[in-house]
């Protein structure tokens, strides 16, 4: 869902040790009906997002936001691009307040809202690397 330049996304953070599907993590998720050993034993690395995460907590007395700024690349195949973004993620509050001050330090600073998510630039990426295979 995006409304107002903010997205609501249901997202599985968890630290990753292996490029081995951690089934027990989709099992806990909202999705996970989806996920049955048959589905699950198909299932195969396409693309690989790698990245370092900083937090910091900002708070304001109408909310309190996490800003991760996260640095890194999205691999696929022999293709690859490079990650450097900021996330606002409202912990506390209005979701109206968090989008103003987003706003305002984007408008103060030059920066540019972009709605695509990580999964979508490396499914992109998916795309690029089999077009340049020849296999789509």
């Not at 806990?28 to 195969?44: M, Y």
């Not at 972009?114 to 992109?124: E, I, L």
């Amino acid at each position: 869902k995006f409304a107002d330049g903010l997205h609501h996304r249901v997202e599985i953070e968890t630290p990753v040790t292996s490029p081995q599907l951690a089934q027990s993590v989709l099992q806990q998720a909202q999705f996970s009906s989806l996920f049955t050993p048959a589905v699950c034993e198909h299932l195969s690395l396409c693309f690989e997002t790698t990245f370092i995460r900083e937090r910091r907590y900002y708070r304001t007395p109408e909310c309190v936001l996490e800003f991760a700024i996260d640095r890194g690349q999205i691999r696929a195949g022999a293709l690859a691009l490079p990650v450097l973004e900021l996330e606002c993620e409202l912990i506390d509050g209005e979701p109206r307040a968090m989008a103003n001050l987003v706003r305002d330090m984007a408008i103060g600073l030059g920066w540019q809202a972009d709605s695509v998510s990580k999964a979508q630039r490396g499914f992109a990426l998916v795309i690029a690397q089999r077009e340049v295979q020849g296999t789509l």
